[in-house]
């Protein structure tokens, strides 16, 4: 199935962004000018070819020459692919199906990764410096406060099912119970031997009666 | 360069061509034209943004993104008419760059100067020149575009190769152009909608139906994607990818001079 044109774009127009944000990731983006990357979605069948170039990459469906590299997964290993890029993390994630210059798909996701940008400085265009530092505090501040509101209210409620309503068990409950559960087995366990030695020394005497 | 083929839109061995739904003298087109946008100039951006519910503003925003045009390269807005384009190449280009502002019409070349300097923009010159003999070098630009223009150019095919070789090797075009939606259900909205709607409010707003009944009868003579794409590798561009926008109302066409 061809990737939809618009798709290309979007992806296109995206990574030139990021990668404008940094100008030396265009200047290694320049170098890598004439090579190209695949990357094949198979539960898609989207295949995009991204071809670095100085003002950043080009992204197209179909590609003239064969790619250099070409990485196939699930969109979701690609999804992962992008997050672990993103994050700076190098090495590729499993489920990949990587053919030709790995060296290459490398060395582009760590121009990627290597593009950082500072929030303050990109709002400080628009609405100067003091209102950005406030602006961006002020998210933080709230992204902080949502992030930990979050985590009190899932401990609050962990808490109440766990002492008021009794619907969960402590985990000291719960590691005394599977404790109890192996003395039973062992003992049963024991048990179940004993008997096997009684029945055999039963048979044995048995069969010395003359 | 090679030499284009023929204008599709001439009719072989003949000297007409087409101007809206009307066959007229390939010399009259040209007069014709500069008449529908002499006459319309004053009003075209409120019609635009009247005509397209505004949408005509991502359109444009689409092909500056899709243009990736950077600080130092040399632009050149070809049909730029009121330099919505060149004015925010002008900002990405930086002070190392260039960007040049050009029509046939010198109405709406006058109206895009107007409105550049409204905008602050004043270092954008202007080129009062026709699309199909550019007055540039070879190898002149790293990025050329013609927004909602080359519908209007008698010889397609000569601006086309004009075009492609003004641009430096590596260097692309977009043709931001309307097209042929793709849907059969939105092509008969889009019929009444421009045969009825786009002339009557060319009437009222700018009092001019017959511009605006123009507008829409070259939008349909106007040729699709794919022979567009055809056209431009004709030209000498290659790698030609066509963007559908609005369910195909609208093409951005990108393609690259390889040589």
Redesign the interface.
Known sequence: MTTP??I??TL??AL?RYL?LERSA?AECSALSGRSIALHTEDLGWTFILEP?A??VRV?AES?VTPDVRVSAPTLGLLRLALRTASGTSGLPAGLEVEGDTELLEHFNTILGRVGFDTEELASKWVGNGMAHRIVGGVRGLLGFGRSAVERLSMDTAEYLREETGDLARSADVEEWTDAVDALREGTDRLEARLARIEAAMDEGQSKTP | MSKPPPAPDAIPGSVTTHFGFQQVPVAEKQRRVRGVFSSVAAKYDVMNDLMSLGVHRLWKR?VI??A?V?AGERVLDVAGGTGDLAREFRGLVGASGLVVLSDINAEMLGEGRARLADRGVLDVPLALANAEQLPFPDASFDCITIGFGLRNVTDKDRALAAMARALKP?GRLLVLEFSKPLNAGLAKIYDQYSFKLLPLMGRLVAKDAASYRYLAESIRMHPDQSTLKGMMEAAGL??V?????TGGIVAVHRGYRLD
């Open positions: 044109p618009l290309c774009a296109e127009v030139n404008g265009l170039h003002g950043g197209s003239v | 689409f993104d899709l990736g950077r590596g290659g790698r990818q066509v963007y559908n926008l």
